[in-house]
């Protein structure tokens, strides 16, 4: 219609091309109610794609769609065995880099903000955030346990992190699973990314990992703090930050949340 106006070739298909991607069709994924019902179930191949937009960040493939087509992803010991092989598939791996970042903000220790570091190297930090990538994956495509995140007993290490770890041994810019050292068996709590993003560029501040534990990982997220409470000054002659953040413990309007984060954040002190 538009080549009966005189338009173009270029101009028809530029249209049809518009069209196409500004359709909410294309751009989201509907899905049309089977009732008049506000509550309704999904059909085959609506759980099929909400499975591999969810695990995999994109469409179904062949099989999901044939157990689509068998009416077989109503049968829940289908849909266990289905996310077991999805989390285990390459294709998954976004959805754990997606999980670690949402969660733990993996992606942080790329920001301009840490680049006045001259300890973190481009290729430093690079290496840092593919150990907290290779981890999170583990723990989904192995079928860990949720406490593998704060218990395991391995990592993922090129020679530039092991160095930074001092750690022996390990040679060459890939990354491979180690053995956790026995200093550093508690998962990502003592990884270079959790650490880093949760110090200062010139502290290791226990107070602010203490508060990260506390709110992302025991899920009991404390309050703001009081206003005009000023910043902790460095130790003086004679002291450490454990006698400084004691004070917080006969202070009544800190007490509550700093009795819980002062002593987390100081047993994360080993790591620097």
């Known amino acids: 219609q538009l080549q009966n106006q005189g338009a173009t070739f270029s101009e028809v298909l530029n249209y049809g091309l518009l069209s196409l991607f500004t359709s909410p069709k294309f751009i989201f994924r509907p899905e049309v109610p089977t009732s008049s019902d506000p509550v309704y179930a999904l059909n085959q191949y609506q759980v099929a794609t909400r499975l591999a937009y969810f695990l995999w960040r994109g469409p179904p493939d062949a099989n999901l769609l044939n157990l689509a087509a068998r009416q077989e992803l109503k049968n829940p010991e289908v849909i266990k065995y289905l996310v077991t092989r999805m989390l285990a598939d390459r294709r998954a791996h976004r959805f754990a880099d997606d999980f670690g970042n949402a969660w733990m903000n993996n992606r942080q220790i790329l920001s301009s903000g840490l680049i006045s570091r001259a300890d973190l190297t481009p290729s430093l930090r690079q290496a840092i955030l593919l150990e907290s990538q290779l981890f999170v994956r583990s723990i989904f495509s192995e079928n ?129």
Not at 171 to 188: D, E, F, T
Not at 242 to 263: E, I, K, Q, T
């Open 144 to 272: 860990r346990s949720a406490r593998t995140f704060i218990q395991a007993d391995y990592t993922f290490v090129n020679e530039d992190l092991a160095q930074n770890y001092g750690i022996g041994g390990v040679s060459g810019p890939g990354h491979r699973r180690i053995p956790a050292p026995a200093n550093r068996q508690a998962g990502l709590l003592t990884q270079a990314n959790f650490l880093t993003k949760n110090a200062t560029l010139d502290d290791s501040n226990p107070i602010k990992r203490g508060h990260e534990v506390m709110s992302s990982i025991i899920c009991l997220s404390p309050p703001p703090p009081p206003v005009g409470i000023p910043p902790l000054p460095p130790p003086a002659a004679g002291t450490t930050k454990r006698d400084l953040l004691a004070a917080h413990r006969v202070n009544p309007s800190c007490v509550a949340c700093h009795s819980f984060m002062d002593p987390i954040g100081l047993g994360l002190e080993n790591y620097d």
